[in-house]
């Protein structure tokens, strides 16, 4: 069962970017989807976005605007690019593979 570190969460402002990362323990191409879920308080666990094996994309049309998943194969790492958060972003970000989930981390956006 592969483990995922999360990194990169924080406190921002509204309008703006935080970059969140995930280091899976084994090679990214071992896992068919790589991806991101969230969390607000009260809330159910959504999806963000996804990232197969083949390195196609699939955003929740909530998030095709602001947010940009990517990765490098290389550092076994997949990334959340947030931009422009709003306080309703506000939630834990979880690293998840169809076997795994990471920890979670804390992204908050507050004026």
């Known amino acids: 069962q592969a483990q995922l570190v999360e990194s990169g969460g924080g406190s921002v402002q509204p309008g703006e970017s935080l970059k969140l990362s995930c280091t899976a323990s084994g090679r990214l191409t071992g896992f068919l989807y790589v991806g991101w879920y969230r969390q607000a308080p009260g809330k159910q666990r959504e999806r963000v976005a996804t990232?197969?094996?083949?390195?196609?994309?699939h955003y929740e049309d909530s998030f095709k605007e602001r947010f940009t998943i990517s990765r490098d194969l290389a550092k076994n790492t997949v990334y959340l690019q947030m931009n422009n958060l709003e306080p309703e972003d506000t939630a834990t970000y979880y690293c998840w593979t169809p076997l795994s989930w990471g920890q979670g981390i804390q992204v908050t956006v507050s004026s």
């Open positions: 990232i197969s094996r083949n390195g196609r994309i």
